[in-house]
C-alpha cells in the first residue's frame, strides 16, 4: 500500500482533532448562523459564530462528514477566535491557496492547519478540507441566515 | 460464475492505479466499455458517420440503419411489442422528466396521487416532486420494510383509487433490493393508475420484459450496461405515447410546418426532436449484442453468487455493517457498507491507494439515507467482468482500513 501518500493525508494531528473535535457545538447566543453541505457527498456544517465589532469572539461547528472535513472544521473554529474579521478572511484564502498547492505567504501562522497540506494531492478530497472555512467566509461576508 | 476471461473483453481494466492492479467495484455508477462497443463507435466515426432520416445518399442510409437496427435490438432486448415503443433519450432520467411532463401533466390534477418509496433515486423522485407542485397532487412514498424491501401489504395501502402514478426502482442502487414490479403493476392497474418503471439498475443485470411485467412506461441508461454515456431508453406503451404530446420540439420530430401551427410525426420519433444519439444507439446496440452473447440469466446468476461470497466473507470483517436485504438471492450484485465509524469517504481513499475504486456518499438517494439514519455509506457494485478475486482484494482492503484507522486513532 501506498501508505506514505496516506500519512501525508491522515496526519495524526487531523486523526486528533477527527477524534476529539475542538469547539463541537451550538453557540449559545451566536450572532451568526451558517449551514453548508456539499451536495456530491453529503457532509454537512452548521456553524454558529458570534461575531461583535470586527472581532470573532467565539465559533461553534455542529456537522457531519469525513475525517477531513470535521478536522477542518475543528481547526478552523480553533483558529479564528479572537482574530479580526479581515484576519479570518485572509487566513481562509491561505488555506485554499495551501489546497489549490499554490506557494503560501510565510507571514501567516498556520500552526495545526499546515498538517492539512496533504489534501492538496488528494484532488476528491479538497472540497471536504474546504467546507468549513467556505461556511466561515460566508458567515462573515454578511450573507447569513 | 462466469469465465474470468470476460475481463479481456474491457481494455480500461488492464492497469494498475497507485501501484495496484485495478479493481473496479463502481459498477452500478457506471459500466466499463467493451472492446465490441468501443469499436463500433469508432467503426461508426471513421465510415459511417451522416445524418439520419434525411441524405439520400449512401452515408445517410448507413447512419440510419444503424440508428434503426439499434432500436429493433432495444426492443428485442426488452421484448417489447413494437419499435415505435422505443425511444432513445439522453438517459433515465431525461426518461422520467419526460415521463412527469409529457403523461404527468395531461393526466394529473389537484388531488390525484402519485405514489413512489424511499428508497428512490432523485431522478425519480424529483421529476414527480415538481409534477406534484405544479398540479397540486400529493406526493406519496410506501415505506420500507426493515430489511429494505417492500411489502405488498404497504403498497396495497398507499396507492388508492385517487392515484394516478406509480413509479418505482426495479433494482436498488443502494439496498440492492430486487422490487416486485410485475405484483405492484398489477395493483397499481386495479386502481386505474399507471406503471412507471425505473430500470437503471435492473437493465444492466436482469432479463427484462415488458410485456410480462406489464408496466406503462420503463426507462434505462446506456452507460450502465457496457454502452456509452448519453443515450437511454424510455419505453413506453403505444397507446399511452400516442396519447401523449412530445415535450422537446424541433426539427427531426414535425411532419408539417407552417406560420402558426404544426404536426408530429408518428412514433417514436415525435419525442426525439434534433439531430437523434446516433452514435451512442449504435453504441448501445452493440453493448446489447455483447451482453446478449453471454446471456443475461448467466449474469444475474454471476452478480447474485458475487453479492452472496462477498457478504459472506465481509460480514467476518469485525464492526462492519452491511445495509439492505441479507439474503443474496433477493438482491442484485452491489454491497453497501460502513465500516465503524471510519467515514466513507476515508474507507473509499484508504482502498484507492489499494487500486480499489468503490463509491462513498449519498448515492443520490438522500431520502434514504435518511431512513438509514446514515449521511452516507460505502458501496462495492460488481458486473460481469468481477471475479471472486475482485472481492478477495476489497476484503484484504478493508481489513488494511481498518488496521490503518486503528492504528492512527
Redesign the interface.
Known amino acids: 500500500m501506498s501508505t506514505n501518500k496516506l500519512d501525508q493525508l491522515y496526519r495524526s494531528v487531523i486523526m486528533d482533532h477527527y477524534k476529539n473535535p475542538k469547539n463541537k457545538g451550538i453557540l449559545e447566543g451566536g450572532n451568526v448562523t451558517i449551514d453548508m453541505n456539499n451536495p456530491t457527498c453529503g457532509d454537512v456544517i452548521h456553524l454558529t459564530m458570534n461575531v461583535e465589532g470586527d472581532i470573532v469572539k467565539d465559533a461553534k461547528f455542529e456537522g457531519e462528514g469525513c475525517s477531513i472535513s470535521m478536522a477542518s472544521a475543528s481547526m478552523m473554529t480553533q483558529m479564528i477566535k479572537g482574530k479580526t474579521t479581515e484576519e479570518a478572511t485572509k487566513l481562509a484564502q491561505t488555506f485554499s491557496d495551501m489546497m489549490l498547492g499554490k506557494d503560501l505567504d510565510e507571514s501567516i501562522d498556520l500552526d495545526d492547519l499546515e498538517a492539512l497540506s496533504g489534501v492538496a494531492q488528494f484532488p476528491a478530497r479538497i472540497k471536504c478540507a474546504t467546507l468549513s472555512w467556505k461556511a466561515m467566509e460566508k458567515g462573515i461576508s454578511g450573507e447569513s441566515q | 460464475m462466469l469465465s474470468k476471461d470476460i475481463r479481456n473483453h474491457f481494455p480500461i481494466l488492464d492497469q494498475e492505479i497507485?501501484?495496484h492492479p485495478l479493481v473496479y467495484l463502481d459498477s452500478a455508477a457506471t459500466s466499463q466499455k467493451p472492446i465490441q462497443v468501443i469499436e463500433a463507435l469508432d467503426r461508426y466515426y471513421r465510415l459511417d458517420n451522416s445524418n439520419v432520416h434525411r441524405g439520400v445518399h449512401t452515408l445517410g442510409n448507413r447512419a440510419t440503419d444503424g440508428y434503426e437496427g439499434a432500436r429493433e435490438k432495444v426492443r428485442k432486448f426488452i421484448n417489447a411489442k413494437s419499435t415505435q415503443e422505443i425511444i432513445f433519450m439522453r438517459g433515465t432520467t431525461t426518461a422520467l422528466n419526460t415521463v412527469a411532463q409529457g403523461y404527468g401533466r395531461a393526466n394529473v390534477a389537484e388531488g390525484d396521487e402519485i405514489v413512489i418509496t424511499h428508497m428512490e433515486h432523485h431522478s425519480n423522485i424529483i421529476p414527480w416532486q415538481q409534477l406534484a407542485k405544479e398540479t397540486g397532487a400529493v406526493l406519496k412514498y410506501i415505506d420500507l420494510e426493515e430489511d429494505g424491501t417492500l411489502s405488498l401489504e404497504k403498497v396495497r395501502e398507499t396507492i388508492t383509487n385517487r392515484t394516478k402514478i406509480v413509479s418505482i426502482m426495479y433494482v436498488s442502487n443502494v439496498l440492492g433490493t430486487m422490487n416486485p414490479i410485475k405484483e405492484i403493476t398489477k395493483i397499481a392497474h386495479e386502481h386505474g393508475a399507471i406503471m412507471c418503471v425505473d430500470a437503471a439498475q435492473a437493465a444492466p443485470h436482469l432479463k427484462l420484459d415488458v410485456q410480462k411485467l406489464d408496466c406503462d412506461f420503463l426507462a434505462f441508461s446506456g452507460h450502465k450496461m457496457c454502452g456509452p454515456t448519453g443515450i437511454g431508453v424510455l419505453y413506453g406503451k403505444k397507446d399511452l405515447l400516442n396519447a401523449m404530446e412530445p415535450v422537446e420540439f424541433g426539427g427531426e420530430m414535425i411532419d408539417f410546418v407552417g406560420l402558426y401551427e404544426s404536426t408530429w410525426k408518428e412514433l417514436p420519433w415525435k419525442f426525439e426532436g434534433g439531430t437523434p444519439i446516433i452514435a451512442g444507439a449504435i453504441g448501445l446496440g452493440a453493448a446489447i449484442d455483447f451482453l446478449e452473447e453471454i446471456g443475461l440469466d448467466a449474469i444475474e446468476q454471476h452478480e447474485h453468487e458475487l453479492a452472496g461470497y462477498a457478504m459472506e466473507k465481509m460480514s467476518e470483517i469485525d464492526g462492519l455493517t452491511i445495509y439492505g436485504p441479507t439474503d443474496p438471492g433477493k438482491r442484485a450484485g452491489l454491497v453497501t457498507f460502513n465500516l465503524n465509524d471510519v467515514?466513507?469517504?476515508?474507507v473509499a481513499?484508504?482502498l484507492d491507494?489499494?487500486g480499489i475504486a468503490v463509491r462513498?456518499?449519498?448515492h443520490c438517494a438522500?431520502p434514504l439515507?435518511k431512513w438509514l439514519e446514515c449521511?452516507?455509506t460505502a458501496r462495492a457494485s460488481f458486473y460481469l467482468y468481477n471475479t471472486t478475486d475482485d472481492v478477495d482484494r476489497l476484503v484484504e482492503g478493508l481489513r488494511?482500513t481498518k488496521e490503518?484507522?486503528n492504528d492512527?486513532?
Open positions: 497507485n501501484g467515514h466513507p469517504h476515508d481513499t484508504v491507494m489499494n462513498a456518499g449519498h438522500q439515507m449521511s452516507a488494511t490503518y484507522f492512527v486513532y
